[in-house]
């Protein structure tokens, strides 16, 4: 199973960004599957998940509002649409699976696959 995040880079505060997820090697069926990030200097933070089968999902304080993240099942792709990005929202992306998620989860301990990250920057 290989997780490929991808569509980081550098935006304005205020501005959109969408990063994307594709996963191979696995069909989604009941997978939960969740954005964490990691800023310079401080903990690694879980985001947002969904659960491909019902497309529950959950989010942090940090960025509810903000962040929707949402599942294609078709394409074994998970999408993150950032908009209203903040300068706090500067960090490494990253996707991460869990093969039969039991409820959308911010706990990364449950995840068993690791995508490499997207670097988001943004701008003053």
């Known amino acids: 199973v290989q997780l490929q995040a991808s569509g980081g880079g550098l935006v304005q505060a205020g501005g959109s960004l969408r990063l994307s997820c594709a996963v191979s090697g696995l069909t989604f069926g009941n997978s939960a599957i969740a954005w964490f990030r990691q800023a310079p200097g401080k903990e690694r933070e879980g985001i947002a998940c969904i659960v491909s089968d019902n497309d529950d999902t959950v989010y942090s304080d940090s960025v509810k509002g903000r962040f929707t993240i949402a599942s294609d099942n078709a394409k074994n792709t998970v999408y993150l649409q950032m908009n209203n990005v903040k300068p706090e929202d500067t960090a490494v992306y990253y996707c991460?699976?869990?093969?039969?998620?039991?409820?959308?989860?911010?706990?990364?301990?449950?995840?068993?696959?690791w995508g490499k990250g997207t670097q988001v920057t943004v701008s003053s």
């Open positions: 991460n699976l869990e093969v039969d998620g039991n409820g959308p989860s911010m706990k990364a301990t449950l995840y068993e696959y």
